[in-house]
């Protein structure tokens, strides 16, 4: 945890008697900062129309869908258009069907779920592509001995878990801090991705994020289907399968990929990954690169941060060359940021004056922003004039709308008029 934002939590919690997420190295900030209007709206800059695209003069707005308890993460499932799922950080998976909210949870796995009111506790939820078949999902939480755990449930009905069909997928041991836990599931095809964070603590002392035979500090991906007595599988191309590392991993040199997300809009033959990997003490970072591309891929935490040497505290790890660099680092001197919060490049088609964009934000500045991603270097980063308390995450739905989660409750749709 950031010793600069430990104050920061403790008057948060005294003032507004609500529990911050870290979402990152750090936890709390800004959260008196709230939107109390349902719907907020912002004149959309000139140069955030789509490339090659006609103009906008429309206007971005925020509007409500509902008040959760800490929401953390939300996503649609294939085949089913109408219901977004909320993920309430104490364990529970909220859903609404045509925005409305049923009765019961979709899932409540508090029981299970260590949360401790800062980074702990159930982070995301994830449906493979034949999720209207076979039912199956994934949840990502840290469990009550404080390790990283992926469950596989399956659906009792639209709107209902089957508790008891629970089963571990894999669980990797966090022992000695309760910060950077990672926390994001994403499925590109039958195969799961996930971001773990490098163990916490500052500056990786036991270097996790650059040692390949530690799943900590990594972007790892499987196949969560059980084969041959094994409760999951490793895809064959995964870059260490012949050795030289755990064959799970297929990125490594990450601090904490709390939010990752694929583009498959930019270039629908060539997949693309947007990570937020949030920083230590000067530099969030965002990297974006093909998903080939990220095979292999070291972006170079502990020696690195943004595209800087890490040098604050001696981390004993020299400059490996050859790393993967951002394509945008912002410094904590930018409007009070303290830790990005990775989003989406946006494929929704009612939204034209962001197609094709890569929206984003930072848990203490509030504020949405949106750039341009290229493989090399980001271009046009601005504010779009709207900001969300405390932002945890963002998601989408089925149909790809785009929305945004604050740690205080409230839930938005992104949506131009």
């Known amino acids: 945890m950031r010793p600069r934002l430990v104050l920061a939590v403790f008057i948060v919690l005294a003032l507004a008697a609500t529990v911050g997420l870290a979402a990152c190295g750090g936890s709390g900030a800004n959260m008196d900062r709230t939107t109390t209007a349902t719907e907020t709206a912002a004149q959309v800059p000139p140069d955030a129309a789509r490339p090659g695209g006609p103009k906008s003069k429309g206007k971005l707005g925020l509007k409500k869908i509902g008040d959760f308890e800490h929401p953390v993460y939300l996503a649609g499932a294939p085949g089913y258009p109408r219901l977004l799922f909320i993920v309430e950080q104490e364990g529970r998976v909220v859903v609404l069907n045509d925005g409305k909210r049923a009765g019961r949870p979709f899932l409540d796995i508090r029981s299970l779920v260590n949360y401790d009111g800062a980074e702990r506790g159930l982070l995301s939820i994830a449906f493979p592509p034949d999720y209207r078949e ?96 094994k409760p999951y599988t490793v895809p064959a191309s ?37 990570i937020g990997d949030v920083g230590q003490n000067k530099f969030e970072e965002i990297d974006y690169t093909t998903v080939a591309g990220a095979r292999g891929a070291n972006f170079g935490w502990d020696a690195i941060e943004g595209f800087h040497r890490y040098e604050e505290e001696d981390s004993g790890t020299p400059d490996p060359g050859g790393t993967t660099k951002p394509i945008l680092a912002y410094p904590h001197s930018r409007d009070g940021s303290c830790s990005v919060i990775g989003g989406y490049v946006v494929a929704d088609p009612s939204l034209p004056s ?20 290229h493989l090399r270097r980001a271009s046009g980063d601005h504010k779009l004039g709207l900001a969300v308390a405390s932002p945890t995450s963002f998601g989408e739905d089925d149909a790809h709308r785009l929305y945004v989660a604050s740690q205080g409750g409230p839930v938005y749709r992104l949506v131009q008029r």
């Open 354 to 373: 962001l197609y094709k964009r890569y929206v984003y934000a930072d848990y203490c500045e509030g504020q949405l922003r949106a750039l341009a991603p």
């Open 238 to 274: 995964n870059p260490f399968v012949g050795g030289g590392g755990r064959p799970e991993i297929y990125s490594y040199g990450l601090r904490n990929p709390f939010r990752f997300s694929f583009d498959s809009v930019t270039n629908p033959q060539e997949p693309r990954i947007a």
């Open 134 to 229: 076979s039912g199956r999902f994934y949840v990502y939480f840290v469990n009550k001995g404080g390790s990283i755990e992926i469950d596989e449930f399956h659906r009792q009905s639209p709107t209902r878990a089957a508790p008891k069909s629970r089963r571990t997928v894999i669980t990797i041991p966090h022992p000695d801090n309760a910060n950077h836990n990672g926390g994001q599931m994403q499925f590109l095809g039958e195969d799961l991705y996930f971001g773990t964070g490098d163990g916490g603590a500052g500056g990786d002392p036991p270097n996790n994020a650059q040692n390949k035979n530690v799943l900590l500090g990594k972007l790892l991906r499987i196949d969560p289907v059980p084969a041959d007595g």
